[in-house]
């Protein structure tokens, strides 16, 4: 049996951990909220700029621009974002594993895949898998901010442009509740017009008569990076608010367990102090009659 | 006319204008009601909002496209946008000086993407201080 001053101490532990988990888990929902926050803010320029992309490369032929130019993937860059930071349920092992899946199944059908991280998780997953990565992001989530997106983008797309890539694809979590994360494979280039994309209520499309100033690849040079540069912080922002999520439910149910743990051991330190009480009261009395007789 | 400027971080400005002058990718665009359907590439640079009844608004536009649809509505959407106020001028100066020594300095052709960022760099400070400079 356990000495009370071992079971005090375990109380003592278990309590500082479950009051750590709570105010992670408050952290995160603040963070949470900030980042869902932004991704509100966003979603017009979002669906304005996407709108406007996918009518103009729809009715465009997709030589006109290098950015909507199909080329046989030989050469695949996969950009994965992960955290920083663990604690956070699956988040990080899911995307990490979706990326680690695709790097497998199309190992042999592309000449060259490289890998582009954000986040440490992500590194040492694949450092851990002896895979090659190409380049790690440093400081993108300390201040996420559109810069910083914007220059994830421009560097991609100056590397796809030059030849360096054939496509692009990025690896994330989009967020769907703080309980719910869904690991998600997005192709960002070459960009392909979706169909049933263009919410017609939100923008009239250009029509036939619109005049492009200074030229229609003009507009497309200006356009198709912009596109890029905001599905990548559309991107990141959905794993901020994913990995905040991921953690808040994390932390709360390690909160929960904390308490479970601490009215066991909480039990189990008054039956031993029961049980001392008891040894000591028959010991006194069995003195007392053994000094009777 | 209605207009509408947006940018990641937000709607910047929706409402009614009389006139816009934004900067367009050759030259700056003076936009009045009733204007015909055009897509137009922005360069960084100052856009200006009339709205009637108030002092001309100067904006920082960094890129991005203006849109003028056939029901005459207007979108500008680029990915910064900021009103006099929330300019830092020192800020600025310093940003302007760095980048023109980076850009005086850069062994770049002028036509790479590295010079490119670079002269945006200067374009972005100097409009900066403009749009401070030009607080009604």
Redesign the interface.
């Known amino acids: 049996m356990p000495s009370l001053k071992a079971i005090r101490r375990r109380i003592a532990s278990v309590k500082s951990t479950g009051k750590i988990t709570r105010a992670m888990k408050l952290v995160a929902a603040a963070k949470l909220r900030r980042a869902q926050e932004r991704l509100v803010q966003l979603r017009p320029y979002a669906l304005r700029v996407g709108d406007m992309i996918a009518e103009l490369a729809r009715g465009s032929d997709p030589q006109a621009h290098a950015l909507l130019a199909v080329r046989p993937p030989k050469r695949t860059l996969l950009l994965v974002l992960t955290s920083d930071r663990g604690l956070a349920g699956a988040f990080n092992s899911n995307v990490n594993k979706a990326a680690w899946a695709w790097l497998q199944a199309h190992r042999g059908t592309r000449e060259h895949i490289e890998l582009r991280i954000v986040g440490k998780k992500g590194r040492d997953f694949m450092k851990a898998r002896k895979q090659e990565v190409g380049h790690v992001y440093p400081d993108v989530l300390q201040a996420l901010t559109l810069e910083k997106a914007s220059g994830i983008g421009r560097e991609v797309t100056t590397a796809y442009i030059d030849g360096a890539f054939d496509e692009v694809l990025l690896f994330y979590n989009v967020f769907r509740s703080a309980i719910a994360q869904v690991p998600t494979t997005q192709r960002i280039l070459p960009i392909m017009a979706q169909e049933g994309d263009v919410d017609d209520a939100v923008m009239a499309p250009p029509s036939a008569q619109t005049l492009f100033e200074p030229s229609k690849v003009a507009v497309l040079d200006v356009l198709l990076p912009m596109n890029v540069n905001v599905q990548i912080y559309r991107a990141l922002l959905e794993s901020v608010a994913s990995e905040m999520g991921a953690r808040m439910t994390a932390m709360d149910s390690a909160t929960k367990n904390a308490g479970d743990l601490l009215q066991r051991i909480t039990i189990k330190y008054n039956r031993t102090r029961q049980s001392i009480i008891t040894t000591e009261l028959s010991e006194i009395t069995s003195g007392a009659e053994a000094l009777k007789g | 006319m209605k207009v509408e400027i947006?940018?990641?971080?937000?709607?910047k400005f929706a409402g009614e204008a009389s006139q816009i002058v934004a900067p367009?990718?050759?030259g700056d665009?003076g936009i009045l009601a009733n204007h015909?359907?055009?897509?137009?590439?922005?360069r960084t640079g100052v856009c200006t909002v009339h709205v009637p009844g108030n002092e001309p608004q100067p904006l920082v536009v960094d890129?991005?496209?203006l849109?003028v649809?056939?029901?005459g509505?207007v979108?500008i959407?680029t990915?910064?946008c900021e009103a006099w106020q929330e300019v830092n001028v020192d800020a600025a100066r310093a940003a302007l000086e760095t980048a023109t020594i980076a850009l005086l300095g850069s062994k770049d052709a002028t036509t790479s993407?590295a010079w490119q960022?670079k002269k945006h760099d200067v374009d972005l400070a100097e409009t900066r201080i403009r749009v401070a400079g030009a607080r009604p």
């Open positions: 947006v940018t990641p971080v937000g709607v367009g990718l050759l665009l015909e359907p055009i897509l137009a590439g922005l890129g991005g496209y849109h649809t056939e029901a509505q979108t959407a990915e910064l993407q960022a």
